[in-house]
């Protein structure tokens, strides 16, 4: 059974900095690309970031770039994102998901299969 658990949301003010956990369990963690997401209160599901299954490519959504860095540490089978200067409108829960498929966007959500329950990150003004 494929399960992912995030950790480390919660509450910051503007300006801060908090780092996001995923760990994976049930699946060959090394072999998938990971990504992240998040949605805001009366809002679709967003891209954040994505890592390539060896961690050699990295995307970002615009809104991430030059703020938020994602990795992985394959020997302890998570995923990472590293959020730094925090804004107001990064206040959502976080997810994070497994590409199994080999097919379909790394920058849709509708391509990955597997899921966490998500983590709050309230970002104060």
């Known amino acids: 059974q494929v399960q992912l658990v995030e950790s480390g949301g919660g509450l910051v003010q503007a300006g801060g900095s908090l780092r996001l956990s995923c760990a994976a369990s049930?699946?060959?963690?090394?072999?998938?690309?990971m990504g992240w997401f998040r949605q805001a209160p009366r809002k679709e599901r967003e891209f954040v970031a994505a890592?390539?299954?060896?961690?050699?490519?990295?995307y970002y959504a615009d809104s991430a770039k030059g703020r938020f860095t994602v990795s992985r540490e394959d020997a302890k089978n998570t995923v990472y994102l590293q959020m730094n200067t925090l804004k107001p409108e990064d206040t959502a829960v976080y997810y994070c998901?497994?590409?199994?498929?080999?097919?379909?966007?790394?920058?849709?959500?509708?391509?990955?299969?597997?899921w966490g329950q998500g983590t709050q990150v309230t970002v104060s003004s």
């Open positions: 998901a497994a590409k199994v498929d080999g097919s379909g966007d790394l920058l849709n959500p509708g391509s990955y299969r597997y």
């Open positions: 049930g699946l060959t963690f090394t072999t998938y690309p």
């Open positions: 890592i390539s299954w060896n961690g050699g490519r990295l």
